[in-house]
């Protein structure tokens, strides 16, 4: 059902300062920047390695651009640190389902827009030891089954 981590997402208040930090630290690029105005933040996605299904696995870093979004909460209740965990999937909705079946509850009815053009669907953080966890979709995949 899951191919890899897709990604870990990384909350902090300055953007350009952590890009630097994991350029400088790691020697890691940035493969793709965005803002997402749904979620309320700007964002930097990266890549880390490729895999064996093909995807690859990230750190995607998170400014808030509102204080009322998700990620600027994180940061006033934890501050800076881990938000959340992702799992790449072939099927988001199909794991979804899955997970949901095991007694997860899925925090989105139906997968939703996510980075770079994926799907995603996040669960409870309370029905998955604390940890905020997503399940992305690849854009190609997403493409794949939404022809079908």
């Known amino acids: 059902m899951f191919t890899r981590i897709d990604h870990v997402g990384i ?17 890691f690029e940035v493969a793709h920047e965005e803002v997402n105005e749904e979620q309320g933040v700007r964002e930097a996605m ?8 093909g995807g690859a696995s990230y750190l995607q870093l998170l ?16 501050g800076e640190g881990v938000h ?10 199909g794991a979804s389902a899955a997970v949901a079946g095991s007694g997860v509850r899925v925090l989105d009815a139906e997968p939703r827009p996510g980075s770079m053009g994926s799907r995603i669907a996040f669960l409870h953080p309370k029905d998955c030891g604390g940890v905020l966890t997503e399940l992305v979709q690849a854009a190609d995949q997403a493409a794949d089954t939404e022809g079908s």
Do not use: K, Q
Request: hydrophobic share 40%; with cysteine; glycine share 6%.
């Open 11 to 27: 909350a902090c208040r300055d953007l350009d300062a952590a890009v630097a930090f994991y350029r400088s630290t790691y020697g």
């Open 46 to 53: 990266l890549r880390i390695n490729g895999t064996d299904d």
């Open 63 to 78: 400014e808030p651009i509102r204080d009322d979004s998700p990620v600027a909460r994180f940061l006033d209740r934890n």
């Open 84 to 93: 959340h965990v992702a799992f790449g999937t072939a099927d988001v909705a």
